[in-house]
């Protein structure tokens, strides 16, 4: 007998007719974007068995980006880090996502340095850390990527605060500077509690 066709999507996720499931031989997406990409599955059934087949749907398109905070703020001597979500397929590769501070490239190092990591469906968190923010490191940043569909840049400010922050794990690090420093009140510390003791005895 004819059998029972059912379309669904990985994880549940919904189609573009707005439902999770399609009852037909056939679907169709009338117009494709960026957020139909994924792996749908057919279903097929009847009296005497059923099979399925799963469809891997690709969609090329210029990347997006977006962030949970343009604006940051750190003291001076604690690690602070911006934070890009960019979207796009073909993936963007590491040399076609940059950071740049008011149009210049960053000369990247220990101090500032850029970590870019791959997640599920074409996205890339690119991430620019200061290790230790420096006076002259605020300022307007921007993130870029681009792949063989197109080009996009977000912009974001650091700006000085009077009091410490948390980096985006909640935790206040500081930074090498800092690190330093205090390493040097430290020992200085020491080196005065060995004298007294010394003139003492």
Known sequence: PAPMVKWTRMAGELLPSGGREHLHSTLVIPLLEAEHAGIYKCSAWNSAGSDYRD???TVNFAPKMNSANTVVYQAPG???????????????????????????????????????????????????????????DYGEYSCGAKNDKGAISLKFQLQRSPDAQPDRTGEIRAGASMLAVNLGTIAMVLTVCLLQRLHLY
């Open 55 to 57: 469809i891997r749907v």
């Open 78 to 136: 604690y690690v602070k880090e911006l934070v890009c979500e960019i979207n796009g397929y073909p993936t963007p590769k590491e040399g076609d996502i940059t950071w740049t501070k008011r149009g210049s490239a960053l000369g990247l190092g220990a101090h500032i340095y850029q970590k870019n990591i791959p997640g599920a469906s074409s996205r890339i968190t690119s991430i620019l850390v200061f290790w230790g923010v420096r006076e002259d």
